[in-house]
């Protein structure tokens, strides 16, 4: 039994897989089992991780029987993981050659659920490589309520280690086809663990890839509603609704506005989409809420009405986030 468990989902990357396993075959930390979950290649990739199989003992090839996405891709490599430990990786990106010993050395040395470090993201049709630390305010935050709200925040479950027991005990895995990162870890810190983070750049996750799903900004319009969705369902189903009212009201409101700025959904379709948002906020869990909450709910009604306004400040709203943060980060 490994030490650490790398679970790396693969779906049409021949392009980039090599890159990907050559940085991961190669760690300093060698205590490791790496598993590779095809999700029904249509190209090269699953010969690419049959030759690499051949010359590393360590990696662990799972087909999945049809092609569902990259949470299932996942859930389904954490199932068969044997390590302590628990590391994910996207199968475009690659990582540095001691990635696995910073984030084992880091859990180990702080006993926490979760450790974070930082990361450089690489666009791929400039080649730039832009690095991106976490704030001064989230490497020293206790309170989860202000880290959920940050901006800066990166949700990626990549550039992370879990304990398994943690992950396992409490059920939580990823769900959503995109976004499941964000959804993930939202109900991480619901369960308040305690999580570390450095700010030492080990991941170089790529952007600009035209293929990629994440590409799709209309296709992530509708799972950023259903995201939100979900939230508050789990919110619900936990009894925790009225405590995390303000963090989830405004989570919402600046993610919706992301979808208004960025996406390519037509305005029409893009009020129809939102009507389902509404229904929560009308819902009788929001009649008793403090004064605070019902301010804010009346503005997100308002815009929700009137989207074109929304879309116009919604960088007014990101730095409304920011504000927020810091302030639950002061109590």
């Not at 979950?37 to 010359?55: A, G, H």
């Not at 389904?76 to 302590?84: C, D, Q, S, V």
């Not at 540095?96 to 180990?108: A, H, P, Q, S, T």
């Not at 929001?286 to 960088?315: D, E, G, Q, S």
Request: charged share 25%; with cysteine; glycine share 2%.
């Amino acid at each position: 039994m490994a030490q650490v468990s790398i679970i790396i989902p693969v779906y049409n990357v021949e392009k980039y897989l090599r890159q990907c396993l050559d940085s991961v075959i190669n760690q300093t930390f060698k205590d490791i089992e790496i598993i590779l979950v095809n999700d029904c290649s249509q190209d090269n990739s699953l010969q690419i991780i049959k030759e690499y199989q051949q010359r590393d003992s360590r990696i662990i090839l799972l087909n999945m029987p049809a092609n569902q996405g990259i949470s299932k891709a996942r859930n389904e490599g954490m199932r068969i993981a044997t390590g302590k430990y628990i590391v994910f990786a996207d199968s475009d990106d690659w990582v540095r050659d001691d990635y696995i010993e910073v984030l084992f050395n880091g859990i180990e040395k702080n006993d926490c659920d979760v450790f974070a470090e930082g990361f450089v993201l690489y666009h791929n049709k400039t080649s730039k490589y832009i690095p991106q630390r976490y704030s001064f305010l989230t490497t020293k935050c206790k309170n989860n309520k202000a880290l959920i709200l940050f901006p800066s925040i990166n949700c990626g479950p990549w550039s992370k280690i879990y304990k398994k027991d943690f992950l396992t005990k409490n059920n939580l895995f990823f769900t959503l086809k995109s976004c499941e990162d964000c959804l993930f870890f939202y109900k991480l810190m619901l369960l308040k663990p305690k999580i570390i983070f450095n700010e030492e750049p080990i991941y170089f996750y790529r952007i600009g890839r035209e293929e990629s799903l994440t590409a799709s900004l209309y296709f992530r319009t509708y799972y950023i509603i259903k995201l939100i969705k979900e939230i508050y369902k789990t919110l619900i189903e936990k009894n925790i609704y009225e405590e995390y009212c303000t963090v989830f009201l405004i989570y919402a409101f600046t993610y919706i506005a992301y979808c208004l700025t960025f996406s390519s959904f037509p305005m029409k379709k893009m009020s129809y989409a939102l009507f389902s948002v509404k229904k929560f906020l009308f819902s009788k869990k929001n009649n008793n809420v403090n004064i605070l909450n019902k301010f804010i709910i009346l503005i997100f009604k308002f815009f929700l009405n009137h989207p074109r306004l929304y879309k116009a400040t919604a960088f007014v709203l990101k730095a409304i986030r920011r504000f927020f943060a810091k302030l639950l980060y002061s109590f």
